[in-house]
Every structure is written in structure tokens, then in C-alpha cells.
T-cell receptor, first 114, second 111 residues
């Protein structure tokens, strides 16, 4: 069974540009989560989508946005990039079954903002 | 709010040493508890989980017991190997919330 996949692996942008990151969940999973792992800041929750709807959002500015498509894949968009947006962005998926649900992570997209 | 506190790293051990990484969590709700591992240059992998008090999760020689009375979920392994060198994250989830992670503990095992 294929795991969570993310693309691209690496992304280099300059300040003010927009970045689009993509995630494909494990087959049968309806929930997709996005996390930011910046150096020294640990893992910060960004967004959670389930069945095409945004379920929860972390403490990030509105220039971080996303969506989930009918096939449950997801996109994370970051507008007006800032230097501090440089981080590893991790996507996870789950069956959407509540508190005992296990989230399975992809390998991440490393975003570098110059 | 919900939080997870892990012991500060880095932790350096010799091969075959005993490992303990402490983790405590806030007791709001009835959380499920998880340990994830991140090998260099990779994403997170689920190591083990426990969903209710007194449950013991185990995998690859690692284990952790959900202790409600001490709000702890300490990770242990009896004999570490060089290949266990990684960053370990404790996490909790309750209700309709996403995972809340600890800051991670870097483990280095030397031969």
C-alpha cells in the first residue's frame, strides 16, 4: 500500500512569491493535515481537512491557505512568502475516525525562501 | 491548553544501553498518546500509540505505558542500537483537535 506522498521534495522561492505544496493521502483516508517544522520550533499544526472541508486551523496568518480535492488530495498555498516561512512542511493523512485515529506522515516538502 | 512536555536532548548513549525519554501531557479530555520517530532527512513515522489509561504501546523493542495518575507516557527501550539514532516526538490528541507535539528529543547512539 502506498504511503502519503508529497511534491515537490524541495522548493526554492524568493520573498514575496507564492508557493504551492501538494499531498496525496493513503488510499481510503479522508483526513489530511498540514504541519510546519521550522528549525528550532518543533512541529506546528497548520491546517486540517476532512471530506473536503476545513476542520481546524492553527495559529498562522491567512496567507497560509489550502484546500482538499474530491479525491482527498490536498494543496497548501503560501502567499507573500517571508524568510521565516523556510521550513519542512509535512502532510499527514488518517481515516478520520476521531481521537484514536493514527496520522501517517509523508516525507515532507522543504521550502527555502531566499 | 493542550500541551506535551518532553525531556530536553540531545541524549547520547552507547550501543546496548537502556533508553528512557520522558514525556508528560496535560490531562484535559481523554487523549490518545503517540510516539513518532524522525530519522535524518525523513518525515515522521509512527512508533507506537496508546489510546486509554494503562494501555502499553510497543514496537521494534520500544514501549510506553499510558499512565493517567502521573500524566506520563515515557518511552523505553532495553538495548539501543546505532540505527535508533533519530529524533523522537511525543504527541497527544483529544476530541476534535489535531496532534499536539512535544519539542522532540534527539537521540544519538554510538558504537
Amino acid at each position: 500500500e502506498a504511503g502519503v506522498t508529497q511534491s515537490p521534495t524541495h522548493l526554492i522561492k524568493t520573498r514575496g512569491q507564492q508557493a504551492t505544496l501538494r499531498c496525496s493521502p493513503i488510499s481510503g483516508h479522508t483526513s489530511v493535515y498540514w504541519y510546519q517544522q521550522a528549525l528550532g520550533l518543533g512541529l506546528q499544526f497548520l491546517l486540517w481537512y476532512d471530506e473536503g472541508e476545513e476542520r481546524n486551523r492553527g495559529n498562522f496568518p491567512p496567507r497560509f491557505s489550502g484546500r482538499q480535492f474530491p479525491n482527498y488530495s490536498s494543496e497548501l498555498n503560501v502567499n507573500a512568502l517571508e524568510l521565516e516561512d523556510s521550513a519542512l512542511y509535512l502532510c499527514a493523512s488518517s481515516l478520520g475516525q476521531g481521537v484514536t485515529d493514527t496520522q501517517y506522515f509523508g516525507p515532507g516538502t522543504r521550502l527555502t525562501v531566499l | 491548553g493542550d500541551s506535551v512536555t518532553q525531556m530536553e536532548g540531545p541524549v547520547t548513549l552507547s550501543e546496548e544501553a537502556f533508553l528512557t525519554i520522558n514525556c508528560t501531557y496535560t490531562a484535559t479530555g481523554y487523549p490518545s498518546l503517540f510516539w513518532y520517530v524522525q530519522y535524518p532527512g525523513e518525515g515522521l513515522q509512527l512508533l507506537l500509540k496508546a489510546t486509554k489509561a494503562d494501555d502499553k504501546g510497543s514496537n521494534k523493542g520500544f514501549e510506553a505505558t499510558y499512565r493517567k495518575e502521573t500524566t506520563s507516557f515515557h518511552l523505553e527501550k532495553g538495548s539501543v542500537q546505532v540505527s535508533d539514532s533519530a529524533v523522537y516526538f511525543c504527541a497527544r490528541r483529544s476530541g476534535n483537535t489535531p496532534l499536539v507535539f512535544g519539542k522532540g528529543t534527539r537521540l544519538s547512539v554510538i558504537a
